[in-house]
C-alpha cells in the first residue's frame, strides 16, 4: 500500500536493512583499531550462520557464549539468530556453578567462549555436541577440551561462503521466535531464565532511537558486558539500527582507559552504570571544589554555583573526548547529588529504568525534554505503557508495564511466571513508584527492600544509601533493619583514610574512622525522618557481592550481618 512502511521487526531485518543502507560506513570493532565495514559486517554474519548450519545447528537449538566484549561477540550472536536458533549469552562474571547449571539447563549445542572463561567448562565437553570457540583465537596446549580459534573458524566460514553456489538457504525467522534467554543476576538471589524474542528486542532498540536523532557514523563506546540486556540494546542494537559504529573497549574501563580510549575515538555516545559517573563525581569534581574556599563559598550560590558547574561540565564532555552527545545512565539508580550536579554543569546525560524482563528499556528520556525532573527516570518510552499499582496515598505502588518489549516469559518456569506475567499482557517489576505531575516517572526502590517497621511507617532503604554515598569517604552502603531499627553499613575508600592518617597509630586511624561513621550518623539523620533514622552504622571491610550492574545483592546480607 501506498505510505505505509514497513518495519522489520527482527533482528535480522535490522541488520540487512543498515548493511544494505550503510554498507560502506565503519560499523564494528575494537577501539584504537581499524573496524569492520556494515559490508564486511554483513558478510562475516552470513558465513559464521551457513558454518553454524553445517556444525548442525538449527532453528530453535541453544548456542551459548560465555565472553568478554568484543566485535566477535557480536558477530557470533547474529550468526546465532540468522538461523533462528536461540543465543543464551552468559555473564563472565558468573562463578563455575552458575555457568555449569545454564548450560545444562538450556542443553547447549555450541560454546563461544574466551581464555578468561574455558576453565568454567572443563568439564562439561561431553555436553556440547558443537565446537568450543574461542573468540580471542586462545588455544590451549593443555588438552583438556579441543578449542578452534574464531580467527580460523571465521575463515573456514568465507571460504566455504566464497565457493557456494547460488544464494544461501537460511530458516525463515520471524519476530514472535526466540532471540535470546538470558539469566537474571538479580539482587533476589533467584536467577531466572527470562525469554525474548526477536519482537521484544528490536521494538526496545526502535523506541530508544526515537529519544534523540541519532547521525551515521556516530560512535558508540561499549565499556559494559553485552551479555547485559542495557548493553545489549542500548549499546549494540541501537547504533547499529542507526547506522553508528561500535568500538568496543577491551579493558576494564579505569579513567586513565576510558580518557585513552575516548582522546581516540572521540565517542558520541557512552551507556554506563551510575558507578562510572559517581566515581568521577568524587574523584575529580570534589576534590577540585575542596582545594579552594572560595570556590567552596561560591557554590553555596546558584548562579555562581551552575557557572563553576558548566566549566567542570565542559571540561568533562573534553574528558570523554569532546564530542560526548548522551552519557547513557541505568543499571541502577543515579546518586542525587550527582545527578543535580550533571544538570548544572549541563552535562548530556539520559537516565534510564528497566530490567532484563522488558527488554530491558521501560522509561527514559527523551533527550531536550525540560519538565523532565531531577530524581527521575524520565518518561515512559515509546509504545510502552506504566501504571502504579496498588497505589498509597502518596502515590506510591508498583510500577506495571505492558508494551512489544514484554518477555515472553521465564524459561520452564510457569510459576514464576504468572507471578509477574498477567494473562493481558501487564508485568509486574517489583519496583515502587510514582508518577509527578508532569508525567515523570520517580523510582523508591524494589518493594521487597521496604523496611515495614513497627508503627507501620514505610523505610525506603535506597534513599537512605543515596544520602550516604554522597560523603567522598565512602564507598558503598547498605541500609537494613535489625530488631525494628534501622541500621547501615559503610565499605570507606580507604585510600581517602589512609591519606588523611598517615602517620597516625593504629587506635588513632581507628578513632578516625569511628568518629567518621558517627558524624556521618548524626549529618544523615538531620535530614530523615524520625521513622528513617539510623540507629548505628558500621564499618565494612571488604566490598558488597553486587550483580553485572553493580547492585548489591541484598539477600546476601540481610540478617546475617554482624560487626567485628
Not at 60 to 76: F, P, Y
Not at 260 to 266: F, I, P, V
Not at 424 to 440: K, P, Q, R, S
Not at 528 to 544: C, D, G, K, W, Y
Request: aromatic share 8%; with cysteine; charged share 20%.
Amino acid at each position: 500500500m501506498d505510505g505505509v512502511v514497513v518495519v522489520g521487526m527482527t533482528l535480522n531485518y535490522i541488520v540487512d536493512a543498515s548493511c544494505g543502507k550503510f554498507r560502506d560506513q565503519p560499523a564494528i570493532g575494537m577501539a584504537l583499531e581499524e573496524p569492520l565495514s556494515y559490508g564486511a559486517l554483513h558478510g562475516r554474519i552470513i558465513a559464521l550462520a551457513l558454518q553454524l548450519q553445517r556444525e548442525g545447528v538449527e532453528k530453535g537449538d541453544r548456542v551459548a557464549i560465555l565472553a568478554e566484549n568484543s566485535h566477535h561477540w557480536g558477530m557470533a550472536y547474529l550468526a546465532i539468530v540468522r538461523l533462528g536458533a536461540v543465543a543464551v549469552p552468559i555473564l563472565p562474571d558468573l562463578p563455575e556453578s552458575d555457568v555449569h547449571h545454564i548450560i545444562k539447563e538450556m542443553a547447549v549445542r555450541l560454546l563461544f567462549t574466551t581464555q578468561k572463561q574455558v576453565e568454567k567448562v572443563y568439564e562439561l565437553r561431553h555436553l556440547l555436541t558443537g565446537p568450543v570457540i574461542t573468540l580471542d583465537d586462545y588455544s590451549s596446549d593443555i588438552g583438556l577440551i579441543p578449542l578452534t580459534p574464531f580467527s580460523a573458524y571465521l575463515a573456514t566460514a568465507l571460504t566455504a561462503f566464497g565457493q557456494a553456489v547460488g544464494d544461501p538457504v537460511l530458516p525463515t525467522v520471524a519476530e514472535e521466535d526466540l532471540a535470546s534467554i538470558l539469566y537474571t543476576s538479580g539482587t533476589s538471589g533467584y536467577s531466572k531464565a527470562v525469554m525474548l524474542t526477536h519482537r521484544n528486542l528490536t521494538a526496545n532498540a526502535y523506541a530508544a532511537a526515537a529519544l534523540m536523532v541519532i547521525p551515521p557514523e556516530a560512535v558508540w563506546l561499549s565499556i559494559l558486558p553485552m551479555s547485559h540486556t542495557y548493553e545489549f540494546t542500548c549499546g549494540f542494537i541501537l547504533p547499529l539500527l542507526c547506522g553508528a559504529r561500535i568500538a568496543y573497549a577491551g579493558k576494564t574501563p579505569t579513567p586513565a582507559i576510558l580518557q585513552r580510549l575516548c582522546d581516540h575515538e572521540k565517542p558520541f555516545a557512552i551507556f554506563a552504570v551510575p558507578l562510572v559517573l559517581e566515581k568521577i563525581y568524587k574523584k575529580r569534581v570534589l576534590p577540585q571544589l575542596a582545594k579552594s574556599r572560595l570556590l567552596t563559598a561560591l557554590c553555596r550560590v546558584g548562579f555562581t554555583r551552575r557557572l563553576i558547574y558548566r566549566k567542570i561540565g565542559r571540561k568533562l564532555v573534553n574528558f570523554f573526548g569532546g564530542r560526548l552527545q548522551l552519557m547513557g545512565v541505568g543499571g541502577a539508580a543515579l546518586n542525587p547529588e550527582v545527578e543535580k550536579f550533571l544538570r548544572e554543569a549541563d552535562f548530556p546525560y539520559l537516565v534510564g529504568y528497566g530490567m532484563t524482563e522488558s527488554s530491558p528499556l521501560i522509561a527514559g528520556g527523551p533527550a531536550g525534554d525540560k519538565s523532565i525532573a531531577l530524581g527521575s527516570t524520565g518518561k515512559p518510552i515509546p509504545g510502552v505503557e506504566v501504571k502504579i499499582a496498588d497505589a498509597d496515598e502518596k502515590g506510591i505502588g508498583e510500577i506495571i508495564v505492558c508494551g512489544p518489549n514484554v518477555m515472553r516469559g521465564y524459561y520452564n518456569d510457569p510459576e514464576a511466571t504468572t507471578a509477574v506475567l498477567a494473562s493481558d499482557g501487564w508485568l509486574a517489576t517489583g519496583d515502587l513508584g510514582f508518577f509527578d505531575a508532569e508525567g515523570n516517572l520517580h523510582i523508591c526502590g524494589r518493594s521487597k527492600n521496604v523496611i515495614v517497621l513497627a508503627n507501620g511507617e514505610n523505610v525506603y532503604p535506597e534513599a537512605i544509601e543515596h544520602r550516604l554515598n554522597t560523603f567522598n569517604w565512602v564507598v558503598e552502603s547498605l541500609v537494613l533493619e535489625n530488631g525494628g531499627q534501622v541500621e547501615a553499613w559503610i565499605y570507606p575508600d580507604y585510600e581517602y583514610i589512609d591519606e588523611q592518617t598517615a602517620g597516625d597509630s593504629r587506635l588513632d586511624r581507628r578513632s578516625y574512622l569511628e568518629n567518621l561513621l558517627e558524624e556521618m550518623r548524626l549529618e544523615v539523620n538531620r535530614q530523615l525522618p524520625p521513622a528513617s533514622r539510623l540507629a548505628r552504622i558500621f564499618e565494612r571491610r571488604e566490598p558488597f557481592i553486587k550483580t553485572a550492574t553493580h547492585k548489591i545483592k541484598r539477600y546476601l546480607y540481610g540478617g546475617r550481618m554482624k560487626p567485628d
